[in-house]
């Protein structure tokens, strides 16, 4: 009895959906709280280093812009190192003016190490 | 290069890595070493050195250490919120367990009296995450057994549950210190309840098919394989499922309650039989049981606060009472215990990590292993449930 039930889990198993799916055409939803790239709002800062402070993996440095930036952004702010990064949004947390934000980009594997550094930048116009 | 010749060491039976000898086989000899593991899809990060005679394991012995990665020293120098974060990673199959027992070490050093509603959050986590630690053991089981099917099934439908875990932490396996001091990270997002029902009942879908498996894949290769009598078992430390299938009747969370435990209707499924047929018995049942508390959980869980102190605190600001605690837990593998100890600072002085495998592998696998199949040898350490990630720590 048993052999012919097993028999039917796995034949049901032929013809229903796989519970697989075809990435890279399809993709699982993201949901919201998901902890993926940081995003940061450098116009909220408050150059406060929380974020610096709290990160448990030192990944995040309070550094100053490039020289053609510091006429309006005079103070320090977070570069964050996503190779050191263990994503655990602690900096998303204890910041206060709510300027560090985690996304839902999970595409972060790349060829260039380098690129993994993200400089506090000021935003580039049309963004958000 | 040493001017040592490694060629000329092996023929004259010298061991180049060591002064111990290795005895050169006679032609009629039957007796050889066989490595299980520590590099393979069967055994995890952890081997197990056998001496074998023909097919029959005469003696084993275990080969820990592949995977320390030395987070009680970390701990000491890290905040508890930090901590938690690490705690995740104390065991890779059930991180949400290990969350909740670094969280209750430091509450109980803070004192800080945890929201209800977190307290309900916890729980739920943590049989959701005993659930889903439970279809991986089925998974990798059936993979020792060579039943490819069952390993497919297991973790695909283990999926199901990291949805619910990426939904609620933001990550699918490691929950980031989701469960920390003073209660949890954050709230449960809209939805959660209905999504979690539903996640139930595909996992009921599969627990049903599962059992269809049991007469012909499970049954005939680990009945009566790796018989733990009781006394033995709780002579070398077993403790939870293990425990629970030589015949005892234990579970932390009946005889020393932590959370809203106390409150909550389950059994503890014991079996009487103690071999590898009876771990599986339990565990199966024990998914029953994770079921009908998550219910139970989602239809009492009441509204308030999640955290208290709802911010995170710098870690110039932190500051744990002197004192010492040790607290312990009951996770999917058996008991976990944390020690910890406190002298005033921001991070802890010391800290103690002491998982349910470090006994299951070490000692209780190597009395089991002796004696038997060279088959039956992932079978019986399967059957165990281990991990080498909470002993190596
Ligand atoms: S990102 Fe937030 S926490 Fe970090 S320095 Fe700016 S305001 Fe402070
Ligand atoms: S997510 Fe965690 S590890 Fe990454 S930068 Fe923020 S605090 Fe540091």
Partial sequence: ?128 | MSGRNIMTDQMSGKNPTGNEQIEPATDDSTEYDFYFGPAHSGSGNFGVKLKLDGERVISARADPGYLHRGFEKLMEYRTPIQNAVISDRLCVLEPLNWNLVHAEAVDELTGIEVPERARYIRVLMAELSRLQSHIIWYGVMSLGLGFDTGFRLAFGYRDYILDIFELITGGRCYPAGYICDGGVRRDLPEGYAERIKNVLDKIKGFMENIKSFDNLFFANRTKGIGVLKLEDAIRLGATGPVLRASGMKTDVRKDDPYEIYSELDFDVPTEKQGDANARCTVRDREMEESIKIIKQVLDRIPEGKTRKPSRIKRPSRTKIPEGEVYVRNEIARGEACIYMRSVGESAPYRVKVRGPDFLHMIPVLEHLLKGCELADVPAIYWSLNICPADMDR
């Fill in chain 1, 1 to 128: 009895m048993s052999m012919v039930k097993t028999l039917w889990v796995l034949v049901e198993g032929l013809f229903s959906k796989p519970m697989t799916i075809k990435f890279p055409h399809e993709a699982i939803e993201i949901p919201d709280a998901y902890r993926g790239e940081h995003k940061f709002d450098i116009d909220r800062c408050a150059s406060c280093g929380f974020c610096a402070e709290i990160c448990p993996n030192k990944a995040i440095e309070m550094v100053k812009l490039p020289e053609q930036y510091t006429q309006k952004y005079k103070k320090t702010y977070p570069r964050i190192d996503l190779r050191k990064c263990c994503f655990c949004a602690l900096c998303q947390d204890i910041c206060v003016k709510k300027c560090l934000k985690m996304t839902k980009n999970v595409f972060l594997a790349t060829p260039d190490p380098a690129s993994l550094i993200k400089d506090p930048m000021p935003k580039v116009q049309g963004e958000e």
